[in-house]
């Protein structure tokens, strides 16, 4: 039995089954959560409940959080109620979200304030790989840290790579989601033209997965595509969130994005109409509406 308490404090989609993760690996868990249901689910299957981030803090001997955006993980973290509040000197904090390089460090610098050690560890592989423990761990913060956070990141992900110091985690995040919001938005593109050409999607989808086309989005998110099923996996609003720090990142370093920039604006119109709480695969009805056309499969032969 792991000898950790674990601080829990964000049971979102992605945290809830990371969580629920730990807590099967064995690892004693103290959560907190704005929703109070998500956080009696817990407590019914054997966990406990905190008030604030600081009586987590005081409980556990290592908090992780996973959070929507910036602000949050500085309120969780730098309130007066806070994680740092109740930090301890040799305590690891983990945070988990996808959130600015700058806020990281931030974090990490009032952690090393109060004797504790901070990592910044964002993940890719969505609703899925957090339910089935396969994601992929982006770590920034000291070696140290790192090492010692490895047992719970073998829990959550499995691959598990150390980048560098505080905010290198969130860089190869904002990496990452550029990557993947460009790849969304080409499978789209790809689906719509062989739709409206008379090819069926879904054995499209078949045959590039093959070859060098192929990428995890069809994989993970084919079903999403072909069925129009844009329950949410990863929200797309979280998405233009994660967008917009790479824009600012790369202004901030005078790195030219034209394509970033291109669907950043594809997820701002989505949102703008409403649709934020969809899936990011929904980046598909902003093709299929300027084309006219909607994907449908076709019937075997």
């Known amino acids: 039995m792991p000898e950790n308490t674990i601080g829990f404090i964000g049971l979102g989609i992605m945290g809830a089954p990371m969580a629920a993760n730990l807590r099967t690996a064995g ?50 973290y730098l309130a007066d109620d806070g994680v740092i509040a109740g930090a301890s000197a040799g305590m690891l904090l ?9 806020v990281a460090r931030a ?8 004797g504790a050690d ?29 090492e ?44 719509v033209l062989a739709s409206k050409a008379g090819v069926d999607p ?11 086309a192929g990428n995890k989005v069809m994989e993970v998110r084919r079903r999403n595509f ?13 998405h233009h969130k994660d967008l917009g720090i790479a824009l600012r990142t790369a202004r901030e370093l005078g790195v030219y994005v034209p394509t970033t920039a291109i669907v950043d604006q594809m997820l701002a119109a989505l949102e703008a109409a409403g649709d934020g709480g969809l899936d990011h695969s929904a980046l598909l009805t902003v093709i299929e509406r300027e084309s006219a056309h909607r994907i449908t499969t076709m019937p075997a032969d």
């Not at 993940?123 to 070696?143: F, H, K, P, Q, Y």
Request: contains cysteine; proline residues 5%.
């Open 27 to 76: 690892y004693p868990l103290v959560v907190h959560n704005r929703s109070r249901a998500k956080v009696e689910e817990f407590v019914r299957d054997g966990g406990e409940a905190a008030a604030t981030p600081k009586e987590v803090a005081e409980r556990s001997d290592v908090v992780i959080t996973m959070l929507p955006d910036s602000p949050d993980v500085e309120r969780v």
């Open 94 to 102: 983990i945070d988990m979200s996808s959130i600015a390089p700058a």
């Open 107 to 114: 974090v990490a610098e009032a952690a090393i304030g109060v």
């Open 118 to 146: 901070a990592l910044d560890a964002p993940v890719s592989g969505g609703d899925v790989g957090a339910r089935d423990g396969t994601l992929s761990i982006m770590v920034g913060g000291s070696e140290t840290g790192f």
């Open 148 to 191: 010692r956070a490895r047992p719970l990141f073998e829990v959550l992900g499995k691959t598990i790579v150390r980048l560098g110091e505080a905010g290198a985690g969130q860089t190869a995040k904002a990496c990452n989601q550029i990557l993947v919001a460009v790849t969304i938005e080409a499978v789209s593109e790809a689906l």
């Open 202 to 212: 879904e054995r499209l989808l078949e045959v590039l997965s093959g070859g060098l």
């Open 226 to 238: 072909l069925e129009h099923d844009f329950t949410p996996g990863f929200k797309l609003g979280l």
